[in-house]
């Protein structure tokens, strides 16, 4: 017979909760399925970058003529190029 989960005020306090646990105690590992989650989004970080003027200038053209930010054609650029070295 598995312990039953408390119900908690709110993250922090469920966050503590598993911090001091063992969540076998509680659940059924071995039955659990693997889930998908596409929609999830990426944290992010922000980031300082210095770019010549004149290629930034660039960037923004060549994003401009694709109708995206210029920032986000960047990570597009980095993202390709990421995908192309592995």
């Known amino acids: 017979m598995k312990k039953v989960i408390p119900e908690f005020k709110d993250e922090?306090?469920?966050r503590v909760f598993w911090e001091q646990e063992d969540s076998t105690e509680f659940?059924?590992?071995e039955s659990a399925k693997s889930v998908s989650?596409?929609?999830l989004k990426k944290s992010?970080?922000?980031?300082?970058?210095r770019l010549p003027a004149d290629m930034l200038e660039r960037l923004k053209v060549k994003a401009n003529a694709m109708d995206v930010p210029y920032q986000s054609y960047i990570k597009m650029l980095l993202q390709k190029e990421l995908s192309n070295s592995i």
């Open 27 to 29: 659940l059924e590992w």
């Open 37 to 39: 989650l596409p929609n």
């Open 12 to 14: 922090r306090q469920e």
């Open 44 to 49: 992010t970080k922000s980031i300082s970058l």
